[in-house]
């Protein structure tokens, strides 16, 4: 029987949606960040991003909170501690996945 090779992970399919991933990893460098500071650094429409921040929020990566200042809506997400082990654990997959195929 031939050698197929090490096996191939599995890639965390919330965080392999190119949008997802760019958010993680924007949130992965800041302590918190608005919504249409996510938008202006992504160029996603609002209801993209807002269904995207959603999905990461359902599977615990990110939280938020909303709130006013000066009487305007202000809504901020921060990376859990989830979000980032989930990230680091796609990030070396993914580099075993790609060592794999040099």
Known sequence: ???????????NP????????ALLSLL??????????LRSKTGATDGNLGAQLMKL??????TVEKKFVL???QTLYRMTEA?????????AALRQLLGAAI
Not at 30 to 37: C, G
């Open 28 to 37: 992965s460098g800041v302590d918190e960040a608005e919504f249409t500071w």
């Open 71 to 73: 009487r305007k809506p």
């Open 1 to 11: 029987m031939p050698d197929n090779g090490p096996e191939l992970p599995e890639l």
């Open 14 to 21: 919330v965080i392999h949606g190119k949008l997802r991933l």
């Open 83 to 91: 979000g980032r082990a989930a990230l680091a654990e796609y990030v």
């Open 57 to 62: 929020e359902e599977a615990g990566y990110v």
